[in-house]
Structures are given as structure tokens and as C-alpha cells.
């Protein structure tokens, strides 16, 4: 028991100084004493008294805190003995620590004789959670229920087939021409991605969006023209092969499976480039160029990226245009900025061009040339004043002409790079080999700059090959037909029973169902 002797500053006579002398006390005693346990046990006299219990260890902390808020002890004095309480207490907390373990060691039991079970029922919780979840949306009346959803049309006819099993099942299907013809968006219809081989190119084309319904999928040209980049600047058959390798280790982690796939396909495109330009770990003298050395002839290999880049120009645009057509849009596929007129200017500024560098001693008609490049120029531009004049600023027609010359222009320069950086990479590959023979003197020294080099060229080239092949992709590539985003195909699915059967509810016709019930 301790008490408090009162504080000067308070008058003894006033009722409030006692309040406010509690709650004074209360707040200190509650920082200084929060290891201890305390009580007020009240006041007598203008004197505060509490109780307080701690460890035996923190005794002297105890003490000094209290003597700084100006409390005196009390000693107390018991008339019985507490030591065979306190044992009895001691033995008590160690049977429930004992009891404790025990209840651990069965619990443990238990989840091991019934983990599976267990398992198995969660899994199943889950599973009738997610379709009451979706049957929630289910438009209900009292003859039944009216399911809405999409499923893709090569899987229509089993769907039906399985549906029709089901007694008092009605099925309407309606094509998404029919719902576009209604008001319906292209965004507003999945898109549904089935690609096995070059399915992990899903995930890279979903960074930049998924394709509308009735807009091209890229993925299969994206994933070869990836693929062939990344083996132009990255060509080397000794860094492909570590690739490959990395690519197989990572296979064996499940959620890095697409990832390791990719590493295993651009290893492999690296190498069979290696082969064809000569390379082995930088160096250009081990294995003879099947192709050509780019080291020696970088002339020739800067026009191979040009080359790379009129063919993925010309493509976007070719896929724009068939993406129009097939839209049946054929105003857009001849006078849009990416249509059949600006495919057509830029075939004759390349042939005009090709000519003048080949045939330097034949005099072309300058004249003549620009007239003919004005023609398709001028039909764009008479396209849009025609058939968009409502939807279009006019100045953002007129000089739609000079659009279309700057990005043909820019981006046709852009696929440098894609020889430039394959130049690099060599340029790297030899720098390691250098450097090593300058200190060839110091032993051991050689061998473990070449190793470290070569490991340090496929981690940083590597990473800026991938990050420089996405640009070309996503840039230059996808900006000519990529035009509006998508919703991707997420078909309801849900497992039940221990073999694990999966039924799937899932584009490409909208499906209605009436379940009659009496």
C-alpha cells in the first residue's frame, strides 16, 4: 500500500482540487507505471492511496518511480504464509502449460488424419459460393430463371447438346451481328484469346490491351515478329542457350511457367541468329556465319532493320485495312489515316526511292514523282472533307496529309535500332574478350572477366532487347490497327466432386435460358 502526501498547490477546502487531483494521478501513474499492474484504492484524508503488484526483478524501478511522484511506502504485513499458495499456483500454471501442449499435439493430429477431408470441403464451400454468387445475377420469375451469357461459337453446339439434357430448358441464341445491328458496342462483346502454342504472348499483348470483338488478334504476329527481333539483336548462340536453359529451370516454378516459355522460344531464336551470323559468347571466330557477319558488314545489316520495318509497317497497315473491311467500314479502309491510299503512298515513295539509290545514272522526273505521291495524299484528305466532315476539326484534316508522310517517315527509322542494337550486343560480346587480354598477366583473372562479362552482357543486353522489341511492337506496330480496347473472355467455371470435373459456362453468340418449373 502506498500513499501520496497532497500536493501544495491545491487547496485542500475546494471539492473540484480533489478531481482534478485523481485524474492527475491517474494519467501519470498510467505512463510511469504501465509495466506494473496498480489500483486506487481511494483517499483519506487528502491522501491518494493505490496498490501495486510487479516482478521481483523490477522492484527498484518500481521504488524509484514512485518516490519520484512523491509517494511513501506502507509496508503491509500478512498473517499467513503465501509460499504454499504460491506453489500450488505455480503447479497449476505448469499442468496447463502441459494440457496446452497436449491439445497442440492432438489438434496436430487431427489435421493430418482429416487435412484432405477438410480440403476437400473448402474447395467445395468456395465452389457453391461462386455460383450463388452468379446465380444471384440470374434474372428470376415464377416459372423460373433467365440466364444471359456469352460462349464462344466453336463450343457452341456442345453447350446446347448438354443443356438439352436438362428438363424444361428453353434456348435462344442470337449472333453478335445482330446485337451490334441493335446498339451494342464492339467493346462490349468479349474477346476470346485461344492460342496453346503462343499462348504466353497473351499475357505481353494484354500491357498494351485486349482487342475489341471484330478487331484483329495479334498475338501469332506479335509472337513471331518478337521472336524474330529479339534473335537479330540478340544474336548469339552461346547467350541464346543460356536463355534456353534459364527458360527450362524456370519451368519448374508453376507460376513462372509462361515466362519460362517465352525465355525458352527467344533462347532458341537467339541461337539459330548465333548460328546464322557467327556469333559463340562474342566471339566472332569460333563458328563460321552461315548468313553473314554483321560485325563485318554493318552496312548490310542496318538495311535488314529497315527492311524488318517496312514489312511490320506494311502489315499493320494491311491488318487495318482487312479489320475494316471485315467490319464492313469501307469508307475507313480507304481514307483513314492507316488505309488502302496511305499504303499505297508509301509502296511508291519506297519504290521511287529504291530506284534513285540503284539507278543513280537515270534521271528521274521530280516533278512527275511528286505529283504521283500527291495523288493518294490528296485522297485522303478528300476522303475525310467527303465522309467524315461532321466528326473531324478541319484543320485536323488538312493536315492529316503531313501525319501520315511524319509517321511513315519516323517510324520506318525507328526499326534501325533493331540492327543498331544487334551491333551492340557484338560490340559488348568483343569488349569482354578485350579488356580480359589486357590483363591476361594476373592468373585466373582472364577466365573470370570473361565469365563475369558474358553473364553481365546477358543480363543487361537481354533486358534492354526485351524492353526495345515491346516499343517496336506496341509503337510502331499495334498504333496502325490497335484502335479500340476490348473486354477479355472470362468463362464461369466451377469444379465439383472429387473427380475434379470442370463445367464451364462461358463469345461469340449471346445465350439466353428459361428453366420451366410447374
Given at each position: 500500500m502506498i500513499r501520496r502526501p497532497p500536493r501544495s498547490t491545491l487547496s485542500p477546502s475546494s471539492a473540484a482540487s480533489d478531481v482534478y487531483k485523481r485524474q492527475d494521478s491517474v494519467k501519470i501513474c498510467s505512463k510511469l507505471l504501465k509495466d506494473f499492474v496498480f489500483e486506487f484504492k481511494g483517499t483519506f484524508k487528502d491522501k491518494t492511496f493505490i496498490f501495486c503488484i510487479g516482478l521481483k526483478e523490477k522492484e527498484s524501478e518500481l521504488i524509484k518511480n514512485l518516490e519520484a511522484l512523491r509517494f511513501e511506502e506502507i509496508n503491509v504485513f500478512f498473517e499467513k504464509d503465501l509460499k504454499p499458495d504460491l506453489d500450488k499456483m505455480e503447479l497449476e500454471l505448469w499442468s496447463m502449460k502441459e494440457e496446452v501442449v497436449d491439445l497442440k499435439l492432438k489438434l496436430k493430429e487431427i489435421k493430418e488424419k482429416s487435412k484432405d477431408k477438410l480440403k476437400f470441403y473448402l474447395f467445395n464451400l468456395e465452389e457453391n459460393e461462386k455460383l450463388y454468387r452468379a446465380m444471384s445475377r440470374f434474372l428470376s420469375s415464377r416459372s423460373g430463371y433467365i440466364i444471359v451469357g456469352w460462349t464462344p461459337e466453336s463450343k457452341m453446339k456442345d453447350l446446347i447438346h448438354s443443356l438439352k439434357s436438362i428438363p424444361f430448358v428453353e434456348i435462344q441464341t442470337e449472333r453478335p451481328e445482330i446485337l451490334i445491328k441493335k446498339g451494342l458496342g464492339y467493346q462490349d462483346i468479349p474477346s476470346y484469346l485461344d492460342h496453346k502454342f503462343f499462348k504466353p504472348f497473351e499475357k505481353i499483348l494484354k500491357f498494351y490491351g485486349i482487342p475489341a470483338y471484330k478487331h484483329i488478334d495479334p498475338t501469332i504476329f506479335m509472337a513471331l515478329s518478337f521472336l524474330i527481333m529479339f534473335g537479330i539483336m540478340f544474336a548469339d548462340?552461346?547467350?541464346?542457350?543460356?536463355?534456353?536453359?534459364?527458360?527450362?529451370?524456370?519451368?519448374?516454378?508453376?507460376?513462372?511457367?509462361?515466362?519460362?516459355?517465352?525465355?525458352?522460344?527467344?533462347?532458341?531464336?537467339?541461337?539459330?541468329?548465333?548460328?546464322?551470323?557467327?556469333?559463340?559468347?562474342?566471339?566472332?571466330?569460333?563458328?563460321?556465319?552461315?548468313?553473314?557477319?554483321?560485325?563485318?558488314?554493318?552496312?548490310?545489316?542496318?538495311?535488314?532493320?529497315?527492311?524488318?520495318?517496312?514489312?511490320?509497317?506494311?502489315?499493320?497497315?494491311?491488318?487495318?485495312?482487312?479489320?475494316?473491311?471485315?467490319?464492313?467500314?469501307?469508307?475507313?479502309?480507304?481514307?483513314?489515316?492507316?488505309?488502302?491510299?496511305?499504303?499505297?503512298?508509301?509502296?511508291?515513295?519506297?519504290?521511287?526511292?529504291?530506284?534513285?539509290?540503284?539507278?543513280?545514272?537515270?534521271?528521274?522526273?521530280?516533278?512527275?514523282?511528286?505529283?504521283?505521291?500527291?495523288?493518294?495524299?490528296?485522297?485522303?484528305?478528300?476522303?475525310?472533307?467527303?465522309?467524315?466532315?461532321?466528326?473531324?476539326?478541319?484543320?485536323?484534316?488538312?493536315?492529316?496529309?503531313?501525319?501520315?508522310?511524319?509517321?511513315?517517315?519516323?517510324?520506318?527509322?525507328?526499326?534501325?535500332?533493331?540492327?543498331?542494337?544487334?551491333?551492340?550486343?557484338?560490340?559488348?560480346?568483343?569488349?569482354?574478350?578485350?579488356?580480359?587480354?589486357?590483363?591476361?598477366?594476373?592468373?585466373?583473372?582472364?577466365?573470370?572477366?570473361?565469365?563475369?562479362?558474358?553473364?553481365?552482357?546477358?543480363?543487361?543486353?537481354?533486358?534492354?532487347?526485351?524492353?526495345?522489341?515491346?516499343?517496336?511492337?506496341?509503337?510502331?506496330?499495334?498504333?496502325?490497327?490497335?484502335?479500340?480496347?476490348?473486354?477479355?473472355?472470362?468463362?464461369?467455371?466451377?469444379?465439383?466432386?472429387?473427380?475434379?470435373?470442370?463445367?464451364?459456362?462461358?463469345?461469340?453468340?449471346?445465350?439466353?435460358?428459361?428453366?420451366?418449373?410447374?
Open positions: 548462340l552461346g547467350h541464346g542457350l543460356v536463355l534456353f536453359l534459364i527458360g527450362l529451370f524456370l519451368f519448374l516454378f508453376k507460376t513462372l511457367r509462361d515466362f519460362a516459355k517465352i525465355m525458352q522460344l527467344v533462347g532458341v531464336s537467339s541461337a539459330t541468329f548465333g548460328i546464322l551470323f557467327g556469333s559463340f559468347f562474342g566471339k566472332e571466330d569460333i563458328i563460321k556465319p552461315v548468313w553473314f557477319s554483321p560485325f563485318r558488314e554493318p552496312q548490310r545489316f542496318l538495311n535488314l532493320g529497315i527492311l524488318i520495318g517496312i514489312v511490320m509497317i506494311s502489315l499493320g497497315i494491311i491488318l487495318n485495312i482487312i479489320q475494316r473491311i471485315w467490319q464492313k467500314d469501307i469508307r475507313r479502309a480507304l481514307f483513314e489515316e492507316w488505309g488502302i491510299f496511305s499504303i499505297v503512298f508509301y509502296w511508291l515513295s519506297l519504290y521511287f526511292l529504291i530506284s534513285a539509290l540503284r539507278f543513280k545514272s537515270v534521271q528521274l522526273n521530280l516533278v512527275l514523282i511528286i505529283f504521283i505521291l500527291a495523288v493518294p495524299l490528296f485522297l485522303i484528305t478528300f476522303g475525310d472533307l467527303l465522309f467524315f466532315r461532321k466528326t473531324k476539326d478541319l484543320s485536323i484534316v488538312v493536315s492529316k496529309p503531313i501525319e501520315v508522310i511524319l509517321g511513315l517517315l519516323t517510324n520506318t527509322i525507328s526499326f534501325v535500332r533493331v540492327a543498331a542494337f544487334g551491333l551492340t550486343h557484338a560490340a559488348l560480346g568483343m569488349s569482354v574478350y578485350l579488356v580480359a587480354d589486357s590483363l591476361s598477366k594476373l592468373p585466373g583473372l582472364k577466365e573470370t572477366l570473361i565469365v563475369e562479362g558474358n553473364i553481365g552482357v546477358i543480363l543487361l543486353e537481354g533486358l534492354i532487347v526485351f524492353i526495345q522489341t515491346l516499343r517496336l511492337e506496341f509503337y510502331e506496330f499495334f498504333s496502325k490497327f490497335f484502335h479500340l480496347d476490348g473486354r477479355e473472355f472470362k468463362p464461369f467455371s466451377c469444379t465439383f466432386g472429387k473427380k475434379n470435373r470442370r463445367f464451364k459456362q462461358p463469345l461469340l453468340s449471346r445465350l439466353f435460358i428459361r428453366q420451366k418449373t410447374f
